[in-house]
C-alpha cells in the first residue's frame, strides 16, 4: 500500500520528501511556507492564496505546475510540482492540527494511502520543545500533531542532523537515539546529484546542505541570517526511522496543540513552551527589508566573501549570501541573478 509523505516544515522539506521517496513517484502533503526572503508574505499560505488548485475531494488540494499563488504571495510549491515527478497537496494551517489532520485523512483517501512518513530536516522534530536553540518549531509540531489526530499509522525520517543551525548534530543524534531511531541507509550520491537543477532556484537551505553531504561536500557553512556556521561532516547524510509513539510521548507541544483549532491558537501554544513567537519575527523580518541606494553589486559580494573567510567558514549558503546582499539595499532580481555565478555550486556560495 502506498506511503503518504508529509514534509513537516513545507519548503526544502518538500524536496527532501521526494528525495527519500523509493520506487513510483511520491505523494507529498506540505505546508507551503517559505521564508519572507522568497515570500514577502509573513507565515503559511492557504488554500484561498492560490489559483489553479485541484480539489478532487473535501479537504483535499493537490498544487499542481499551473497553480499560483496571489500576489503578493508567492509559494515554490507550484514550480516543484512541474520539475518534479511527485504530486503535491497542500497543508493548510488555518484550522490548527485538528484541521491538518482532516486534509491528511482526505488526501490519503484520495492517493490510496494506508500510512504516512513524516520529513524533517535537521532535525528539530525530535526536538522535546524547550532546547533554547529552537527557533522555528510551529510547523514541525503541527505536523507531528496533525499526523498522531490523523489515526493513520505513521513514523518519522530525520535527515541531515545538525544541519538547520538549531539543534546541533550531536543534540540530533543523541535525541534519535533516545527516542528509538534507527540509521537508514545514506541515499544514492548519484540520484541526489539529479535535484541539483532545483537548488539554482530554489530558497532551501537545509535540504540544500544535506543534498551536499550526500554529494560528498565537506567543510563549514554560514547560513541564515543570524550567520550561524554548520559544519558538513561525515554525519551529514544520515537518515534515521523514529517511531512515532516515542515522538508523540516526549514532545512538549503534542498534547496542547491537539486542541488548538487555528493557526494563532497553534502559535500562542508554541510561542508559550519555545519562547518564540516565530509569526512575530517574519513579520518584523518583512517590515524590516532595506530599500536604498546599496552601492556596486560585484564589490559587495567580494566584501561578503572576505568577512566570512575572516570567520572561518569555507561557504556562505546562496540563502545566506542574499540576506547580505538584500539587507545591503540591492534590489531582488539583482541578487536573483547572482544565482548563475561561478562561485555557485547549489546551494553554496563558495569562499575558499
Same mark, same amino acid.
Given at each position: 500500500?502506498?506511503?503518504?509523505?508529509?514534509?513537516?516544515?513545507?519548503?526544502?522539506?518538500?524536496?527532501?520528501?521526494?528525495?527519500?521517496?523509493?520506487?513510483?513517484? *511520491?505523494?507529498?502533503?506540505?505546508?507551503?511556507?517559505?521564508?519572507?526572503?522568497?515570500?514577502?508574505?509573513?507565515?503559511?499560505?492557504?488554500?484561498?492564496?492560490?489559483?489553479? +488548485?485541484?480539489?478532487?475531494?473535501?479537504?483535499?488540494?493537490?498544487?499542481?505546475?499551473?497553480? #499560483?499563488?496571489?500576489?503578493?504571495?508567492?509559494?515554490?510549491? &507550484?514550480?516543484?510540482?512541474?520539475?518534479?515527478?511527485?504530486?503535491?497537496?497542500?497543508?493548510?494551517?488555518?484550522?490548527?492540527?485538528?484541521?491538518?489532520?482532516?486534509?491528511?485523512?482526505?488526501?490519503? !483517501?484520495?492517493?490510496?494511502?494506508?500510512?504516512?512518513?513524516?520529513?524533517?530536516?535537521?532535525?528539530?522534530?525530535?526536538?522535546?520543545?524547550?532546547?533554547?536553540?529552537?527557533?522555528?518549531?510551529?510547523?514541525?509540531?503541527?505536523?507531528?500533531?496533525?499526523?498522531?489526530?490523523?489515526?493513520? &499509522?505513521?513514523?518519522?525520517?530525520?535527515?541531515?542532523?545538525?544541519?538547520?543551525?538549531? +539543534?546541533?548534530?550531536?543534540?540530533?543524534?543523541?535525541?534519535?537515539?533516545?527516542?528509538?531511531?534507527?540509521?537508514?541507509?545514506?541515499?544514492?550520491?548519484?540520484?541526489?546529484?539529479?535535484?541539483?537543477?532545483?537548488?539554482?532556484?530554489?530558497?532551501?537551505?537545509?535540504?540544500?546542505?544535506?543534498?551536499?553531504?550526500?554529494?560528498?561536500?565537506?567543510?563549514?557553512?554560514?547560513?541564515?541570517?543570524?550567520?550561524?556556521?554548520?559544519?558538513? #561532516?561525515? !554525519?551529514? &547524510?544520515?537518515?534515521?526511522?523514529?517511531?512515532?509513539?516515542?515522538?508523540?510521548?516526549?514532545?512538549?507541544?503534542?498534547?496542547?496543540?491537539?486542541?488548538?483549532?487555528?493557526?494563532?491558537?497553534?502559535?500562542?501554544?508554541?510561542?508559550?513552551?519555545?519562547?518564540?513567537?516565530?509569526?512575530?519575527?517574519?513579520?518584523?523580518?518583512?517590515?524590516?527589508?532595506?530599500?536604498?541606494? *546599496?552601492?556596486?553589486?560585484?564589490?559587495?559580494?567580494?566584501?561578503?566573501?572576505?568577512?566570512?573567510?575572516?570567520?572561518?567558514?569555507?561557504?556562505?549558503?546562496? !540563502?545566506?549570501?542574499?540576506?547580505?546582499?538584500?539587507?545591503?539595499?540591492?534590489?531582488?532580481?539583482?541578487?536573483?541573478?547572482?544565482?548563475?555565478?561561478?562561485?555557485?555550486?547549489?546551494?553554496?556560495?563558495?569562499?575558499?
Amino acid at each position: 500500500m502506498r506511503t503518504l509523505i508529509v514534509a513537516a516544515g513545507g519548503g526544502g522539506d518538500a524536496i527532501a520528501a521526494a528525495m527519500v521517496a523509493a520506487g513510483e513517484a *511520491p505523494c507529498v502533503a506540505t505546508f507551503s511556507w517559505d521564508r519572507v526572503i522568497y515570500d514577502p508574505v509573513p507565515g503559511p499560505r492557504g488554500v484561498t492564496d492560490f489559483t489553479g +488548485l485541484r480539489t478532487p475531494a473535501a479537504d483535499c488540494h493537490e498544487i499542481v505546475g499551473a497553480t #499560483t499563488a496571489r500576489p503578493p504571495a508567492r509559494s515554490t510549491i &507550484p514550480r516543484l510540482a512541474a520539475e518534479l515527478p511527485a504530486r503535491f497537496f497542500l497543508l493548510d494551517p488555518l484550522h490548527g492540527a485538528p484541521g491538518l489532520a482532516r486534509q491528511l485523512r482526505a488526501v490519503a !483517501r484520495q492517493v490510496g494511502a494506508g500510512r504516512v512518513t513524516l520529513v524533517d530536516v535537521g532535525g528539530d522534530l525530535v526536538a522535546r520543545g524547550d532546547e533554547s536553540g529552537l527557533r522555528s518549531p510551529l510547523a514541525d509540531a503541527l505536523a507531528l500533531t496533525a499526523c498522531e489526530l490523523s489515526g493513520l &499509522p505513521f513514523d518519522a525520517q530525520v535527515c541531515g542532523p545538525g544541519l538547520d543551525g538549531e +539543534l546541533v548534530e550531536e543534540q540530533v543524534l543523541d535525541r534519535c537515539a533516545r527516542l528509538g531511531g534507527t540509521r537508514l541507509a545514506d541515499l544514492d550520491a548519484e540520484r541526489v546529484a539529479g535535484f541539483r537543477p532545483i537548488f539554482r532556484w530554489h530558497p532551501s537551505e537545509v535540504t540544500g546542505l544535506f543534498a551536499a553531504a550526500v554529494r560528498g561536500v565537506r567543510g563549514t557553512v554560514e547560513i541564515r541570517d543570524a550567520g550561524d556556521l554548520v559544519p558538513l #561532516t561525515d !554525519r551529514s &547524510p544520515a537518515r534515521y526511522r523514529v517511531p512515532a509513539e516515542a515522538l508523540v510521548d516526549d514532545n512538549l507541544f503534542v498534547e496542547p496543540l491537539r486542541a488548538a483549532a487555528s493557526l494563532d491558537e497553534a502559535q500562542r501554544v508554541v510561542a508559550a513552551i519555545s519562547g518564540r513567537d516565530e509569526l512575530a519575527r517574519e513579520r518584523v523580518k518583512a517590515a524590516e527589508r532595506r530599500v536604498g541606494v *546599496p552601492g556596486d553589486l560585484r564589490a559587495a559580494v567580494e566584501s561578503e566573501v572576505r568577512a566570512a573567510r575572516d570567520r572561518e567558514a569555507d561557504f556562505l549558503s546562496v !540563502r545566506r549570501m542574499a540576506e547580505l546582499l538584500l539587507n545591503r539595499g540591492f534590489a531582488a532580481a539583482e541578487v536573483e541573478a547572482l544565482k548563475e555565478s561561478s562561485a555557485v555550486d547549489p546551494p553554496l556560495w563558495l569562499v575558499r
